[in-house]
């Protein structure tokens, strides 16, 4: 009994020194004094402006309106279309910020009153016929804008309600 008791603690010690308490030195790889030189490129997509940014206000758009006349701004007219964009609009777009969406805020400074329209009009044809769509659609990682079947005169409010923000 005795001689299986100090069998089994000798190979108990010799498991607990062959397991661990030896901490292994990782070695660096010997340099001959060359320096590893990183260069930096920008591919063109990075100093591309991203289609949200871009400003085009001659473009406008492939759908329905073609022309559209814009005065001063028709308050009442505006608040339906803040109405209608809570409505519609605010699981993909904020007023202020992007989200899923672009935010419209200084729409109007970078798009056609026209193109606008026709957009909301007809995201689908927009992002068939237009090359600003496209190159939105692949900015907002292929989400596309869902066709919230506006009238005419509903997305005329929501321009409207745009020019206020």
Known sequence: MKITLKLLTVLFVTLLISCGGKEEQKKEPISYGKKEVTVKTES??????????????????????????????????????????????????????????PSPQGLLERRSPEWIM??????????????????????FNGSPMANQNLTEKEARAVLEYFRTL
């Not at 001659?58 to 608040?79: F, H, Q, R």
């Open 44 to 101: 063109a997509k990075e100093k591309a402006t991203p289609a949200s940014k871009k400003i085009d206000l001659t473009n406008k758009g492939v759908g329905p309106i073609s022309s559209i006349s814009l005065g001063e701004i028709d308050t009442a007219m505006a608040a339906e279309g803040e109405e209608i964009f809570k409505k519609m609009c605010t699981a993909c777009h904020r007023p202020n910020k992007k989200f899923i969406g």
């Open 118 to 139: 026709n957009m909301i009009l007809d995201p689908e044809g927009m992002v068939k016929n237009d090359p600003l769509a496209k190159e939105l659609l692949i900015e």
